[in-house]
């Protein structure tokens, strides 16, 4: 295993974010034999992916697929993960890069066996970022149940408290420790491949959409943690407001997406994941019925095609050319979707127990900037630049991407920054 | 609906693109603006279908269209448009355009919104006073000069309808020395009945278009057209107009209801002390004579005095507020084209001339105030005589349409 860190400068890709995108480049790089550093933020790999459901539009749960690359993950002397990291600077050139890498605390070590006794004697709760706060959870945690590395956190919000003390008496194993510090490493690599994916756009933004201002309206990324076994519910769609099972819901596409005033451009995934949705719905409530306001539905290719024409067979989803642009809720709860039927030319005022936006995807680093020297479109999407080349980006640090398209590029970015190192 | 041939006419689009509606094709039929809209009914709301409409051409279909006027352009749709293709300023150009359609004389109306056009239409005025002074007053003088000389009682040979060295009257300066009263009636009268017609014209065939369109698309609930019906719907309407509840309706550029109040109320209010004097002057000629009826300049303690300065006073502060708005870069500002310039700008120096004339002549300035008092009057001349042609016909046809959709129950919000 190849853990000095000053070894083999040449040989060396830094993948920076452990989502779908950069699994995939981190293991194609890997598997023919180069050593791959992964870099991941928050203390488990995954990413967004880890968060969904079910993918579409198979409508299998992505807890298979990621699995399998844990296990090459794992298999792979070749690669080193670093999670709770971040990369602090860059500097060098292609071949010939010196990274600084800041490690977080986690508070445990790698003697967990996640038996849980933290967990019970800490009292503390904090918001679940992992369930997008909707609900809470002990200030010692499993990020989630299939989380890689299979490993509890601490949350700084509780060191120094009486709780932290609690969960180190409880630890049989010696595994926490609460004088772990940050620090920095630095790593010498021939290529960098920038994975740092998406956020949800914020949904507060988006003013006349009503989201953080009516319970029953929540984000797309919120229903996926809803319909998710794993999820605050355990998989139970209900509404925020009171728990109920919802008869009716709709959809507001292009919430924030190809919009001056938020995303201008398409966040590609959001018709796909509305439909897909609206699957979820069905299955759990054979009588809801589903309301899908759109601008133009975007299912591209022959799969998500069938897919929509599988979903729109369905009598109880309805599909209304129209994008919502007023909201309101009544006293129940109820959230009445105002959109003009562009087909009938009739404003149509819609009342659902429960709205989903359909919000799309910014990069992540429109809203930090990558410490290196990258090029960005306005709206903070990376612009590879070939003819520099050393530094790439795939997945949706890129472009707006389902996960297919992801993995596509990520294995393309792979195969460019083994080039990097071979042209040397 | 069946099959339709669509025949888009592109020189309609030209014009809509310079005439502010050069943000029409970004449109992408999201149809927020239908629902931004705080006066769009639900029952085929606009802006949506009317900017499918001028992006494919149709301009038979939206020269005919009640809704276009129903639309107070307060840009709510503009700022919530998620491609900037501000409907809000495309109607706007659309009504443009309706205005020359429904127009007698296109050629005019195609001329008052070309800025090329601009001396002629100026120097129209100022030359046809000059002719009319000169040689057609004195020889319209020869026939009707006895007839009023008997009725108001004055030597009618004593007339000089132009004088370039006028004296003081009674002491004082008096513009009917220089452009005499009778050559302002027999210009201005003519002019107004021109402009009425015109619009007579222009509304006959707008309103019955405006009512086949409104049917064959099913907008209205009452089917037969009844021009006493739209007329009874007047009061009702005039009184939305006057205290602007629909700019009120609006949030985004709501503070353009006072500037438009103030010019609404300044012109309102400068017809009422035109008509005062005019009755005064002819109801106390017929009764003492001309020579010894109240002639102008009238006393400042005059309360219709007072009026006229206050009027002038507005239509002064409101011209100035409408550019200033119009001037402002923030992102809800009014885009604007020439057809709203240049009628901001005769706003303005109708104003400014006005009290211009007004103040020079109390200053004693002889030269001064004559001139000012001479483009007053081209001014004065081009406001009736292009009204029906400009964007000010909104006046007209936009009350029309508004009594229409009441009568109709085409049912704003």
């Given amino acids: 295993m190849t853990t000095d860190t000053a070894a083999r400068a040449s040989g060396s890709i830094l993948v920076v974010g452990g989502g779908i995108s950069g699994l995939t480049t981190t293991l194609e790089a890997a598997e023919v034999g180069y050593e791959v550093f992964l ?61 600084e890498i800041k490690l977080n605390p986690r508070y445990v070590n790698e003697n967990c066996t996640c038996c849980g006794e933290c967990e019970k004697a800490c009292q503390i709760e904090v918001d679940n970022d992992f369930n997008f706060g909707m609900d809470k959870t002990k200030g010692a945690f499993l990020p989630h149940e299939m989380a890689m590395p299979a490993r509890y956190v601490i949350s700084p919000k509780i060191i120094g408290t009486e709780d932290a003390k609690r969960c180190l008496e409880a630890c049989k194993y010696d595994a926490v420790d609460l004088e772990m510090e940050p620090r920095t490493i630095n790593l010498k690599v021939g290529a960098i491949v920038w994975a740092t994916g ?53 959809f507001v596409q292009c919430a924030g997406s190809r919009d001056e005033n938020h995303l201008p451009y398409c966040s590609y995934i959001c018709c796909m994941a509305s439909l897909k949705h609206a699957c979820y719905i069905r299955e759990q409530y054979p009588d809801a019925k589903i309301y899908i306001f759109y601008i133009d539905l975007r299912a591209p290719g022959d799969r998500y095609e069938k897919f929509y024409k ?104 792979a195969l460019k920054a083994i080039q990097t190192l071979v042209k040397r | 609906m069946g099959q339709q041939l669509l025949e888009p006419d592109v020189s309609f689009i030209k014009v809509l693109n310079e005439r502010g509606g050069d943000t029409l094709k970004k449109c992408f039929q999201c149809a927020t603006c239908s629902v931004a809209c705080p006066i769009s009914p639900d029952n085929k709301p606009f802006p949506r279908k009317e900017m499918i409409a001028a992006s494919w051409g149709l301009k038979d279909r939206l020269v005919n269209n009640v809704d276009i ?8 749709c503009s700022v919530m448009c998620p491609r900037g293709a501000r409907p809000g300023d495309v109607l706007g150009a659309v009504r443009n355009v309706a205005i020359e359609e429904n127009s007698p004389i296109p050629a005019l109306a195609k001329a008052v919104n070309d800025p090329k056009k601009l001396p002629v239409l100026l120097l129209i005025p100022a030359v046809l006073f000059l002719i009319m002074g000169w040689v ?35 002491g004082q300066i008096a513009h009917s020395a220089f452009f005499n009263t009778w050559l302002v009636d027999m210009i201005f009268i003519p002019t107004a009945i021109f402009a009425v017609v015109c619009f007579a014209l222009g509304v006959k065939k707008f309103a019955t278009n405006m009512h086949n369109a409104a049917v064959a698309e099913g907008k209205v609930k009452e089917t037969e057209f009844s021009w006493k019906g739209i007329a009874q719907a007047l009061p009702k309407v005039a009184a939305s107009i006057l205290r602007h509840e629909k700019f009120n309706e609006c949030s985004e550029n709501k503070s353009r209801g006072t500037s438009h109040m103030m010019v609404l109320f300044g012109f309102i209010g400068l017809f009422i002390v035109t008509t005062c004097f005019m009755l005064i002057l002819y109801g106390s000629a017929l009764v003492a004579g001309y020579d010894h009826a109240w002639h102008g300049p009238y006393s400042q303690l005059n309360p219709i005095k007072w009026l006229a300065n206050f009027a002038g006073i507005a239509l002064l502060i ?17 885009k604007s084209s020439y057809p709203d310039w240049s009628l901001l700008g005769l706003v303005l120096g109708l104003a400014v001339t006005g009290l211009g ?19 007053h009057l081209i001014f004065v001349w081009c406001l009736f005589a292009y009204v029906p042609f400009s964007k000010l016909a909104h006046l007209v046809y936009r009350t029309v349409a508004l009594c229409y959709a009441e009568y109709a129950g085409r049912d704003a919000k």
């Avoid at chain 2, 006027?69 to 307060?74: A, D, K, R, S, Y």
């Fill in chain 2, 136 to 170: 057609v007053a004195p020889m319209i003088w020869a026939v009707i000069g006895p007839i009023l000389g008997a009725i108001f009682r004055f030597d009618y040979t004593q007339t000089t309808f132009l004088n370039f060295s006028p004296e003081l009257f009674h």
């Fill in chain 2, 69 to 76: 006027w129903l639309c107070h352009q307060c840009g709510d």
């Fill in chain 2, 318 to 334: 409101g011209s100035l507020a409408m550019i200033k708005n119009r001037l402002g870069k923030s992102e809800n500002h009014l």
């Fill in chain 1, 39 to 99: 870099v991941e933020k928050n203390p488990y790999l995954g990413g967004r992916v880890s968060q969904l459901n079910q993918y579409f539009p198979k409508l299998c749960p992505p807890t298979c697929g990621l699995e399998i690359n844990f296990r090459r993950i794992k298999d792979n002397p070749g690669i080193k993960t670093f999670t709770l990291a971040e990369v602090v600077k860059v500097s060098g050139g292609p071949g010939d890069y010196d990274v």
């Fill in chain 2, 357 to 375: 004339a007004e103040v020079t002549r109390l200053a004693g300035a002889e030269f001064v105030t004559y001139l000012t008092y001479y483009v």
């Fill in chain 1, 198 to 250: 998406w956020e949800p756009y914020d949904a507060t933004k988006i003013d006349n959409l009503g989201f953080g201002q009516y319970d029953n309206i929540i984000t797309n990324m919120m229903l996926e943690r809803l319909a998710a076994p794993n999820g605050p519910t355990k998989g139970q769609i209900v509404r925020p407001s009171d728990n109920t099972a919802p008869e009716s819901v709709a």
């Fill in chain 1, 310 to 413: 599988k979903v729109k067979e369905d009598e109880n989803v309805f599909f209304i050319k129209g994008k919502v642009a007023e909201v309101s809720a009544d006293a129940s709860g109820d959230i009445t979707v105002t959109a003009e039927n562009a087909v009938t030319g009739e404003k149509v005022s819609q009342t659902v127990n429960m709205a989903v936006l359909a919000t799309g995807m910014q990069p992540s680093a429109a809203l930090n900037k990558l410490p290196a020297d990258l090029k960005y479109t306005d709206d903070g999407f990376v612009i590879n630049d070939y003819a520099a080349g050393g530094m790439f980006a795939c997945g949706c640090a890129a472009q707006p991407a389902d996960v297919v398209s992801s993995n596509q590029n990520a294995t393309g970015m």
